[in-house]
């Protein structure tokens, strides 16, 4: 079945240390979305890709890099976790800009 | 600008009992309208999408949503409530083709009794 990917599923790390996660598509989309989920609340979008062009949402703390090498692949790199980083990290993919978008199962993320 | 209103932060029924989630909407512009679920500790599932075909929308798992102009609503119903509903609701709108970013509504929660 094609999917969305996301690895590890729990992530544990320090206070400062950085840690990338990961996200994969059999999709074959477009569009490759990160979002955050805190608790008990709607996901925030981070940033997307169309393609190789990235597109970095303005309220995005410089903290938070992404990566897309080719069209099945996308990282999310925190830099330097802070304790307010914990949450769950959504990877999505659509077919373009309006189309339904697909969510891997998420990462949730621990700083210690 | 669009905006996603869930007017029911939490939403309690009896198993086998109706379900109706509401949800409003506002948008200057025709817009695409989903309702996702998610379950603790995972990603979103799409339940069903409206993009102006059919008002009445049917989705998995006996959910269904109907869309009214004129009341700027898209409410989510499913007749029989199962123990598995017991989760949470997003509504999300989103523009048109240009539109990368959804706009989601709060959250409601889901509990279903036995």
């Known amino acids: 079945d094609a999917m969305v990917i996301q690895n590890p599923r729990y992530q544990v790390t320090q206070f400062g240390k950085p840690v990338t996660l990961s996200c994969s598509q059999t999709l074959n989309h477009n569009v490759m979305y990160w979002y955050q989920q805190k608790s008990s609340q709607a996901p925030k979008l981070l940033f997307h890709y169309y393609d190789k062009d990235f597109n970095n949402e303005a309220d995005t703390p410089d903290n938070f890099q992404s990566r897309r090498p080719n069209t099945s692949f996308c990282f999310l790199d925190i830099r330097s976790p802070g304790l307010g980083d914990a949450a769950m990290y959504l990877c999505a993919t659509s077919k373009g800009g309006g189309e339904t978008q697909y969510f891997g199962p998420g990462t949730r993320l621990l700083v210690l | 600008a669009q905006s996603v209103t869930q007017l029911d932060s939490h939403v309690s029924v009896s198993e086998g009992t109706p379900v109706l989630l509401r949800c409003n909407y506002s948008?200057?512009?025709?817009?695409?309208l989903f309702w996702y679920v998610q379950h603790p500790n995972k990603g979103l599932q799409l339940l069903l999408k409206?993009?102006?075909?059919?008002?009445l929308v049917k989705g998995i798992n006996g959910f269904e949503a109907e869309f009214k102009k004129s009341e700027t609503s898209f409410h989510l119903t499913k007749p029989s409530a199962h123990m598995s509903d017991a989760a949470e609701y997003f509504c999300?709108?989103?523009?048109?083709?240009?539109?990368?970013?959804?706009?989601f509504g709060a959250g409601t929660t889901v509990t279903v009794r036995a």
């Open positions: 948008s200057s512009y025709s817009p695409s």
């Open positions: 409206y993009t102006s075909a059919a008002t």
């Open positions: 999300v709108v989103t523009l048109g083709s240009n539109d990368y970013k959804l706009s």
